[in-house]
């Protein structure tokens, strides 16, 4: 069974704070996915990395895929409350079922 | 915009009543999953499909039956809901043969078993 080890469970933090979300695996992967889900709502995609090594940016937010691609984070620069949500990570294999960490719930105030 | 569609969104019902959530998607995707989620916390996958005719268990172990008789439709029956059931099912799809293609999630429906 491949698991993925998503912290900080959860963060509270104040606007303009910055953040870094982990997900980690002894497994590999052929990719990996972020999503954010909003109260209420289902998750939507933020981005998927898909080479070692790889970085992409989404804005504010900046996604790093490991070399070995079994991990991978999330940095979150000068947090803003319309950040608030839960942040998933979520690992593909190649199967038709995806892996999804336990995600952190992250507070932004103001 | 939604291109897959969840009813109900909300759903209060007794113990031992029979209920089915319904889920569509107008998307044309042959994998459709059922995900079951307490508010916060992480997803759980109760069944999928590979597409028309092909149902899955999940990693959770569940007490509902699913059925994939068309591919746009991928309805969750629950046979004798008990209050142990109360939580949110979430609904979503992914297209075969796109290599890394992420889910489509539906908003969901949140079921209270009294």
């Known amino acids: 069974t491949q698991l993925l080890e998503q912290s900080p469970q959860f963060l509270s933090i104040q606007e303009g704070e910055n953040l870094t979300v982990y997900c980690n695996s002894s497994s590999v992967f052929s990719s990996l996915q972020w999503y954010r889900q909003e109260p209420g709502e289902g998750p939507v995609l933020l981005v998927t990395v898909v080479t070692g090594g790889e970085v992409k940016k989404l804005k504010r937010l900046t996604f790093q895929f490991g070399d070995a691609r079994k991990d991978s984070s999330l940095h979150i620069t000068a947090a803003q409350p319309g950040d608030t949500g839960l942040y998933l990570c979520?690992?593909?294999?190649?199967?038709?079922?995806?892996?999804f960490g336990k995600g952190t719930m992250l507070l932004v105030s103001p | 915009e939604a291109d897959i569609y969840q009813t109900p969104r909300y759903l209060v019902i007794g113990t031992g009543k029979k209920i089915t959530l319904e889920c569509s998607q107008t998307m044309g995707h042959d994998k459709m999953y059922w995900y079951q989620q307490d508010p916060g916390m992480e997803l759980h996958l109760i069944h999928y499909s590979y597409g028309v005719n092909s149902t899955e268990k999940g990693d959770l172990s569940s007490e509902s039956t699913v059925s994939r008789i068309r591919t746009e439709h991928f309805p969750l029956t629950l046979e004798s809901a008990r209050p142990s059931h109360t939580s949110q099912y979430l609904c979503?799809?992914?297209?075969?043969?796109?290599?890394?293609?992420?889910?489509?999630f539906g908003n969901g429906t949140r079921l209270t078993v009294t």
């Open positions: 979520a690992g593909d294999s190649g199967y038709s079922t995806l892996t």
């Open positions: 979503a799809s992914r297209p075969t043969g796109t290599g890394n293609s992420p889910l489509h």
